[in-house]
């Protein structure tokens, strides 16, 4: 069976024509990336021609890849006149794309749209929400957020939790490229992954399915020191994932050992990683590539997917 890559990226004509209008970061001169907090970065223009992002696709076994709005770009925390139009040319894009993508949706982070997102939600393109964790880093904000988690509660989609911009000092301009991924990006994820332990996130969103990217920046494995430290200790929940995107079978093995299997899918972070191909062996790795993203997209019927049609 054809696996679900539940984390690529891909950005649509609109959203670049948009990133190259602009003169304050983000902004694409040609193809240069411009943010605030990152070295400027080459993008490869064929990682975002749609066709032969599907011609990759399956050649890795991929059937579905579910592509999301690049968080560290730092559009959702623009104000609201400057990330609204951005994310609509965004969702305008999704649109247009093949069948082969299902799209993650997302909000500006001020005044956010309730009743769009709704909508949005309810369109079988939309797989669900993305969030990025620099939204979420403290329980008080896992409670700020309350009413756009509720729209994807309400709707029976999950969350996705993504790096969100790393700011950077006038004094940080020597940090190599690496840092922000390696250091930035795992500091937001563990600390969006602790916020929703210590809001007791599952008892105020019972049935809310969350999916941190990145294996959550391995904040799980943390979980000993965590009880340590005087924390109570809780059982896995079944409604929480980890994606595999930005890390192997060694730190996934941690992971592993403390979630079950049952809480990790494939994502890859493409055009950035490959996704893996195999994992533990034969049955961890279907588990991995079908088994769970189908359970935590809720695309799963007696064990066969069944996406809608987006048409």
Excluded at 98 to 106: G, M, N, Q, V
Excluded at 223 to 242: A, F, K, S
Excluded at 257 to 265: K, S
Aim: net charge negative; hydrophobic share 45%; aromatic share 8%.
């Amino acid at each position: 069976m054809l696996a679900t890559d539940v984390h690529q990226h891909l950005w649509p004509d609109e959203l670049v024509d948009r990133l190259r209008a602009r003169t304050r970061p983000p902004f694409l001169r040609g193809w240069t990336l411009h943010t605030d907090g990152e070295p400027p970065y080459d993008v490869d223009p064929t990682a975002h021609d749609p066709q032969a992002r599907v011609a990759l696709d399956d050649q890795d076994g991929i059937g579905t890849a579910c592509v999301s709005l690049s968080a560290p770009l730092g559009i959702e925390s623009l104000p609201r006149r400057d990330a609204a139009p951005l994310i609509r040319a965004w969702h305008r894009g999704v649109a247009g794309l093949p069948d082969h993508f299902r799209a993650w949706a997302s909000v500006p982070a001020s005044e956010p749209d309730l009743e769009g997102l709704r909508g949005l939600l309810g369109d079988p393109r939309y797989v669900g929400l993305q969030l990025p964790a620099t939204q979420l880093l403290t329980p008080a904000a896992w409670e700020r957020a309350a009413a756009v988690l509720a729209v994807a509660e309400d709707a029976g989609v999950p969350v996705l939790v993504h790096p969100g911009p790393v700011p950077r000092a006038p004094l940080d301009r020597d940090l190599p490229g690496w840092w922000a991924p390696v250091v930035g990006y795992t500091g937001q994820l563990t600390a969006a992954w602790w916020s929703w332990q210590a809001v007791a996130g599952r008892e105020l969103f019972p049935r809310l399915r969350v999916v941190f990217a990145a294996a959550a920046g391995l904040a799980p494995v943390h979980h000993e020191r965590h009880q340590l430290r005087g924390g109570d200790p809780r059982p896995v929940d079944p409604q929480i994932y980890v994606d595999t995107s930005g890390y192997g079978p060694r730190a996934l093995d941690a992971v592993v050992r403390v979630l079950g299997i049952d809480a990790l899918v494939l994502g890859s972070d493409r055009p950035y990683a490959a996704p893996l191909d195999e994992l533990f062996g034969a049955a961890a790795t279907h588990a991995v590539r079908v088994t769970n993203p189908a359970r935590l997209l809720g695309t799963t019927r007696s064990g066969e997917l069944t996406w809608p049609s987006a048409s």
